[in-house]
């Protein structure tokens, strides 16, 4: 929720988040300044912000004179840094007090509250998630941490493995909408960016909870400060059994993994560096995740991400570079535990699968300022090499796959480099800001693509703004997408790039206690990418990677927020109620006989509601309903186990609840996930787990 507080004699600066150059967009330049929220204002917690004259004398030689009250989160979806009174284009901004306040164990389970977000959950605790974001799927939106692009080119089905427990985030920021004059490829509709803690003080942090079928999460994190220099390094494990047996009674929906991260900052005057560090390893039993011809499939992942970014704060030219490397490994088991023994009726020649991806990027953005605004020009150069034993062109020379006699025997190399000019006009209460990417991709010999993009906003009075913008983007297919011709699957590696126009305008208000908004936005994409069954070729179907032509999405979402005990001081009971819905709908129907994986299978309808109460003292109690219907079919069997039925997906509502008590030192909770033990699928004929108990304990000492 938004602290409102009227800023009538002086001006109120929250220092908290000032100036941290690892914010959303850090690597272009960007800056931000975080007021208070609350989970279920995702959808309405857009990027407008409180901007006092202080504040943008601080931070913007381009501030304008005038006070604008229109929340408190600074943002900027911009190459350029601008205050968040000046910014046109919308960012949503979770902040850690209330992901903490969450009954979540996975940033995946935190999204699902975003009504504009389709979370497509495959296995508990993020164990693998599909996350998408207005009609969309899991490959048209770019994952950031700390501000880098940390998108797997193979798939963006375990994109969601950061190395980071929830503990560790400081915020979590979403771009809805395409980003392609900010983000390139792979941005087609958004963006979201996960920013974690920097220490303030010496301290050591520790948590464990436990819960429901055999699940345990722990870790602990240490942070150092001293003079300009800070260091943090954290560690945390995961497990449970899982909540379903494949028909041999054996589990197939367990999960173990474990993660390490390590950052570091040095700042003076002139400078900032920032450095990152971080391990994640995953196994999951992952069921029948990815065909029906098994129910005992296993994955495993292995994960390292590394990065160095520098901001510099003198001159009149201020630079961002910045420098990157990427590591996926991936081991998918169709049959779990038999690698070359091919059970009676299989279609795999080998059982396992082994991939391998590299991703290599250097950028360096840059703004100035003069006469007639501020211009951002920027350049970024992303190489993609990937080895597998599946996907990709056959290698001249293969490589050996490490702790094993096999070897990679396919692969694929590409490399993206991108050039972006964007200038912004500022007056008092109206913002333009335009600008263009140029995209040159080496796969198949793509030329040079320009994609520009515009947004404008317009402020009356200090309570109300009005914004519009028309962006342009575009996505490169997956490795996936393009050479995955296995276990009933075939797959196009001719498939075009997906290409997408957006229109977006709406209106919020922040009034004293009570934020509410409202906004429409158009889609319409070309050369969309999806999986597709066709069940009139009977016992002969396979899925297939295709191109959909065009595809055309309207969507209208709408918010509100009210603090209760702001607009009724006279209770201490009622904290706030949050309400949010999104509708949607594509001109491209599902025909009878075809199944879609994803793009056909979108949200119609999402309704998220959110109610924080104060039961005593530090006692509090946090519940989250969602309600939603979704479009398209899926595959099971009958009865009788035989015949395969074609069955469409059900509307379903979720209760989830947190019962905490939040001492200055310590936390204590219990919470419940799916509280009334409701039957749903998130994806195809998986059954999703029922209720789920945990309870936990966290403890911060300083040093």
Request: with cysteine.
């Amino acid at each position: 929720m938004y602290n409102n507080k009227k800023t009538s004699s002086s001006p109120m600066k929250f220092k908290h988040f000032t100036r941290k150059g690892y914010a959303l967009f850090a690597c272009l330049g960007k800056e931000v300044i975080v007021g208070t929220l609350s989970v279920a204002t995702l959808t309405y917690a857009k990027a407008d912000g409180i901007s006092t004259q202080s504040i943008m004398a601080e931070t913007d030689s381009l501030a304008t004179h005038s006070e604008i009250a229109l929340d408190e989160v600074r943002v900027t979806g911009s190459r350029a840094p601008l205050t968040h009174g000046q910014a046109a284009r919308m960012i949503t901004v979770l902040e850690q007090k209330d992901i903490q306040a969450a009954p979540v164990q996975s940033i995946n389970d935190l999204l699902k509250y975003a009504a504009s977000v389709d979370v497509r959950q495959r296995g508990p605790i993020g164990a693998q998630t599909d996350i998408s974001i207005r009609g969309g799927n899991q490959e048209q939106i770019t994952i950031l941490l700390n501000g880098i692009n940390i998108c797997d080119p193979q798939t963006g089905h375990n994109a969601f493995d950061f190395p980071v427990d929830v503990s560790d985030i400081e915020r979590i920021e979403v771009l809805e909408g395409p980003a392609g004059r900010v983000f390139g490829t792979s941005s087609l509709l958004g963006a979201i960016n996960i920013v974690t803690k920097h220490p303030k003080q010496n301290k050591i942090s520790a948590h464990a909870e436990a819960g429901s079928y055999g699940y345990f999460n722990g870790g602990t994190s240490i942070g150092l400060t001293s003079g300009k220099w800070t260091n943090t390094i954290s560690g945390n494990y995961t497990r449970s059994d899982g909540y379903n047996r494949n028909k041999a009674g054996r589990l197939n929906t367990d999960f173990e993994g474990a993660k390490a991260f390590y950052q570091g900052t040095y700042s003076d005057k002139d400078t900032r560096v920032s450095w990152h560090a971080g391990l994640s390893m995953r196994d999951f039993g992952s069921n029948t995740f990815y065909g029906t011809g098994s129910d005992d499939q296993f994955e495993h992942t292995f994960k390292s991400y590394t990065a160095l970014q520098a901001d510099t704060r003198c001159g009149k030219l201020h630079l961002s570079p910045s420098v990157y490397w990427n590591r996926n490994m991936d081991r998918f088991e169709y049959f779990r535990g038999l690698d070359n023994i091919i059970p009676e009726g299989g279609t795999y020649g080998v059982a396992y699968n082994y991939h391998r991806t590299d991703v290599y990027g250097v950028n360096l953005n840059s703004y100035f300022d003069w006469t007639l605004g501020r211009t951002a020009v920027c350049a970024e150069l992303r190489n993609e090499d990937l080895v597998s034993t599946t996907l990709g062109e056959p290698l001249e020379q293969h490589k050996h796959i490490h702790n094993t006699d096999r070897d990679y025997t396919n692969g694929l190399n590409r490399t993206n480099i991108s050039f972006t000019l964007e200038h912004n006009i500022l007056l008092e209460r109206f913002t333009l800001s335009a600008g263009i990417v140029a995209v040159k991709n080496s796969w198949n010999q793509m030329n040079m693509r320009v994609y520009p993009g515009i947004d404008a906003s317009y402020r009356i009075g200090n309570n109300v703004k009005f914004y519009a913008s028309y962006n342009t983007s575009l996505r490169m297919p997956s490795v996936t997408e393009l050479y995955y011709s296995v276990g009933g699957h075939k797959a196009d590696k001719n498939l075009k790039p997906e290409e997408l126009q957006a229109l977006e305008g709406g209106v919020k208000y922040l009034g004293n206690g009570i934020t509410a908004s409202a906004s429409v936005f158009y889609n319409h994409c070309k050369n969309m990418i999806d999986w597709i069954l066709d069940t009139n070729e009977g016992n002969d179907a396979v899925w297939k990677s295709v191109n959909f032509t065009k595809i055309n999405t309207l969507g209208v979402e709408a918010s509100l927020a009210m603090k209760l005990n702001q607009l009724i001081p006279q209770q201490h009971l009622l904290k706030s109620l949050d309400l949010s819905y999104t509708y949607m709908t594509q001109d491209k129907d599902e025909p009878a006989n075809i199944q879609s994986r994803s793009t056909l299978e979108y949200l119609r309808h999402k309704f998220v509601a959110n109610l924080d109460l104060n039961i005593w003292s530090k006692l509090d109690l946090t519940m989250k309903y969602r309600w939603q219907k979704r479009t398209g079919s899926f595959t099971r069997k009958d009865n009788s186990g035989g015949n395969a039925v074609v069955s469409k997906f059900k509307p379903y509502g979720l209760m989830d609840a947190r019962l905490s008590w939040n001492a200055d030192k310590y936390k204590l909770f219990v919470e419940a996930n799916n509280v009334f033990n409701t039957k749903y699928y998130d994806f195809g004929s998986l059954p999703q787990p029922g209720t789920w108990i945990m309870a936990g304990a966290s403890v911060d000492i300083n040093l």
